[in-house]
């Protein structure tokens, strides 16, 4: 094989590499990942965390602090933040420690910003609840899609 024809074989992969990488994930969900773990929002607009009635920024406080990165929760313990994958949140649970119906869009919205559940009780204050656009709020619910 010539030099040249190694070159552009070289740079196909690499190409091919690339777009791999961008194909795993959408936009919408790039931005929801990286506001689920680093706390921060597609525009200049902050996202803030409210903390039993304290308000501070999301930066702070992300999700995966809690739910981990795959957003499996952690069990026993003080707090045990629940599993928040989709799989989990929509389907009903009626375990010892959890009972709720499945979450809907809707509902999953009104838990981060206002911390109910489906049933419309109160999650615990260590659970934050979130200020945010619509437009972080969609990316982000495009990624907790994807966990
Ligand atoms: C400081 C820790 C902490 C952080 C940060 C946190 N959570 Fe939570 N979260 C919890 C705990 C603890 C619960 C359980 C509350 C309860 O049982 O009442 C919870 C509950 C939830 C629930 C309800 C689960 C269910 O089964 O009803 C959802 C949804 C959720 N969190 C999403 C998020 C998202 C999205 C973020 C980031 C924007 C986030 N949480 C950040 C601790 C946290």
Known sequence: MNLKLRTL???LLLLCLSFAVEMDLSPAEAAGKKLYMTG???SDQPVT??????SVPATVMPCVNCHGKKGLGQSGGEMAPPNITWK?????????DRQRPSYTEKTLKRAITMGLNPDGEALKQVMPRYQMT???MTNLLAYLKQL
């Open 9 to 11: 074989n070289f740079l």
């Open 40 to 42: 921060k929002g597609a």
């Open 49 to 54: 965390a409210l903390m039993s009635g304290v």
């Open 88 to 96: 989990a949140l929509s389907h009903a649970t009626e375990s010892a």
């Open 134 to 136: 619509m437009e972080d």
